[in-house]
C-alpha cells in the first residue's frame, strides 16, 4: 500500500465511448504526476500538477484531458482513444515539486481500447 | 534523455548477488530507483544525490558514480521476494524523472 489509490483498475472502452480514470493519494503531497507505460517501452510522463495546477504537458494528445480539482485528486479524462493508447496509466504524488523528492505511485489503471 | 539500463534481464538462485547499472548521457543531480512487481504499484526503494552517500534498503544497496553518470543497484543475498522489475529514474535539472526500460530480476528457490 503505497497510500495512493487508483479506481478502475481495469478499463475495457470503445473508440467512440468517454471514460474517466481516477486517483487519490492519501499522503498529502502537493506535487501529482501521470505516467504511460507500455509494454516493453519505458514510463512516459504526460502531466504534473502541483497545487492543482498544471505545470506540464508532455506533448499529449488533446483526447487525454487531465484535471486536479484539489491536491489530493487528480483524473484523466478520455475520448475517442486509439488501440494504440491501450496501457497502463499510471498516478504518482510527491511531496513538493521539485529536486530529490520521491515519487510514490499508485497501482495503475489498465486500459483496453478496442 | 532516457537512462540506459542493463542488464534487461537476470535470473538469480536465493542467496545469489546481482548488479543493476543505469546510465545516463548527462549530467544527473539524482538517480531513483523502484521496484515494480507484476499488477502493482512501482515501489520506490530510494535515491542517490550528487555528492552524496550510498543508500540502503534492507539487503539492497545503490552507489552513485558522479564521473560516470552511472548508478548501479546491489542485490546482495537475494530473496524471492526480490523478484520483480527494477527501474531506474533520473533527473537533471528540474524534476521530470526519466525512466529507463528496466531489468526484470528472477529469483527462483
Known amino acids: 500500500e503505497t497510500g495512493v489509490t487508483q479506481t478502475p483498475r481495469h478499463l475495457v472502452m470503445g473508440m467512440t465511448n468517454k471514460k474517466s480514470l481516477k486517483c487519490e493519494q492519501h499522503l498529502g503531497h502537493n506535487a501529482m504526476y501521470w505516467y504511460k507505460q507500455s509494454a516493453k517501452k519505458p514510463l512516459e510522463l504526460m502531466f504534473v500538477y502541483s497545487l492543482e495546477e498544471r505545470v506540464e504537458n508532455n506533448s499529449v494528445p488533446s483526447r487525454f484531458s487531465p484535471e486536479c480539482p484539489n491536491s489530493s485528486h487528480l483524473f484523466l479524462h478520455l475520448h475517442t482513444l486509439q488501440p494504440e493508447d491501450s496501457a497502463l496509466y499510471l498516478c504518482a504524488s510527491s511531496q513538493e515539486l521539485g529536486q530529490g523528492y520521491e515519487q510514490y505511485f499508485g497501482p495503475g489503471t489498465r486500459l483496453t481500447v478496442t | ?109
Request: aromatic share 10%.
Open chain 2, 1 to 109: 534523455q532516457q537512462p540506459v539500463q542493463s542488464p534487461q534481464a537476470v535470473i538469480l538462485r536465493e542467496g545469489e548477488d546481482a548488479v543493476i547499472n543505469c546510465s545516463s548521457s548527462k549530467a544527473l543531480y539524482s538517480v531513483h530507483w523502484y521496484r515494480q512487481k507484476h499488477g502493482e504499484a512501482p515501489v520506490f526503494l530510494m535515491i542517490l544525490l550528487k555528492g552524496g552517500e550510498q543508500m540502503r534498503h534492507e539487503k539492497i544497496s545503490a552507489s552513485f558514480n558522479e564521473k560516470k553518470q552511472q548508478s548501479s543497484l546491489y542485490l546482495t543475498a537475494s530473496q524471492l521476494s526480490y523478484s520483480g522489475t527494477y527501474f531506474c529514474g533520473t533527473e537533471l535539472n528540474d524534476y521530470k524523472l526519466s525512466f529507463g526500460a528496466g531489468t526484470t530480476v528472477t529469483v527462483r528457490a
